[in-house]
Each structure stands twice: as C-alpha cells, then as structure tokens.
C-alpha cells in the first residue's frame, strides 16, 4: 500500500527566515506529485505539481518554489517567508493519469 | 482557471435530517472527487465519478455527476454527527485537479 508523509506537522517561524517543508511517498513509483495551500475551512490553492524528477509547474507566482530531487520526493521552500505564507501546507500525489488524489497529513505553517 | 462552486458554504443540522451539498461549474471535466476533511487533518477520498449522469452510493451517501460533466451533488441521508466537516469537490483536467470552495458541514446530536 502507499503512504506520504510531510513533516513538519507544525511550524511556527519569523518574517524573513527560510523555509523548506518535504514530502515523501512510499509504496509507489513515478507518482505526480502536489503542494496545496489552504486558508481555514476553504478549498485547496494548488500551488506547485510535478510530473517527474526535476519537472516542476507553477500555478500561481508568488515567494515559495518547490523541487523534486528524487522520485518520491518533493520539497516546498522559501528564502524569506512572508506574513501571507502562513496557512495549511498539503502534499498529495497521484498516479500518473490517475483520476484521485491522496493527500498527507499537513503542515501548519504560522509566520509571526 | 477552472473554478468550481460549492453551495452552501456552511450547514448546520440536526442528528437525523437529510442535506445536499452542490458544486457547480462552467467547465467540463474528465472526473470529479469529493472528499471529506477533518480541522487539522488531509482530506480523505469518499468517490470519484467519471461518466456524466453517474450516480454512486456509500452508504448514506449519494454522488451524481451532472449529465454534461459540469456538476456534481452529494446527497446525505439522516445525517450523523460523525458526518461534520468540510467537503470539498474537485475536478480533474489532464495532471491537474481544480478544487472547489468547499462546504462546512456540522451536524448536532
């Protein structure tokens, strides 16, 4: 079976300082693979995908970046956050031409 | 942009009664998902539907893909309290998946 996992669960971090959260799938290959961002009780922002290693899309501009260094593995980061950074992180991955997504667990990111 | 509504944004019933949640759009997809969410959590798959005119059942639960592949709705039968949270549609398009605006659901014992 196949399990992501994201770390940190939580994250509390000043304006200014970097950040780099990561997610990890097992239990799968080749997946495509997704950050979100979600304001409280809302939907889903989709800000990065990837379809393979090193191949990575952006939806929408703005002070983050991500990257996959290995198959099943994908980073968000920032080199200074911002008070807007703050939200709800969620990695998800699917099967390539998959019709479902499957999402971790989340981080909670809290700029101060 | 492919923007999905969802309708309403908040509900709130009683242990027992029926509700259905709308999502809404001027774009067709290949597939739609709904999924559950709990605060602090991922969301969860619950179905997803594929053909137009599809209609799925999980138990109390009733999914229906509008015939032109543009909506869905999510029927829910004599709602629990273990039925509380948000509810979110989403489309796919090719290696994309456009998420709609959600529903917060409560349902009081």
């Known amino acids: 079976s196949q399990t992501i996992h994201q770390w940190p669960a939580t994250l509390v971090q000043p304006v200014g300082s970097p950040l780099s959260l990561e997610c990890t799938v097992e239990g799968t290959s080749n997946p495509n693979l997704y950050w979100y961002r979600q304001a409280a009780g809302r939907g889903l922002q989709l800000l990065f995908y990837?379809?393979?290693?090193?191949?990575i899309s952006s939806e929408v501009p703005q002070n983050l970046s991500a990257s996959r260094p290995q198959d099943r593995q994908f980073i968000l980061s920032s080199k200074k956050l911002l008070l807007s950074d703050s939200g709800f992180y969620l990695c998800?991955?699917?099967?390539?031409?998959?019709?479902?997504?499957?999402f971790g667990p989340g981080t909670r990111l809290t700029v101060t | 942009t492919q923007l999905l509504e969802q309708s309403p944004q908040f509900l709130s019933i009683q242990e027992g009664e029926n509700l259905t949640v709308y999502c809404n759009s001027s774009?067709?997809?290949?597939?739609l998902q709904w999924y559950r969410q709990e605060p602090g959590e991922g969301p969860v798959l619950l179905v997803t539907v594929v053909t137009g005119g599809e209609v799925k059942k999980l138990k109390r639960l009733t999914f229906q893909f509008g015939d032109a592949r543009k909506d869905s709705s999510l029927h829910i039968t004599a709602a629990q309290p273990g039925d509380t949270g948000l509810y979110l549609c989403a489309g796919g398009a090719g290696n994309q998946f456009y998420f709609g605006t959600g529903t917060s659901l409560t349902v009081i014992p």
């Open positions: 998800a991955w699917s099967w390539q031409g998959g019709r479902e997504q499957y």
């Open positions: 774009s067709v997809f290949s597939s």
């Open positions: 990837s379809v393979g290693i090193g191949q």
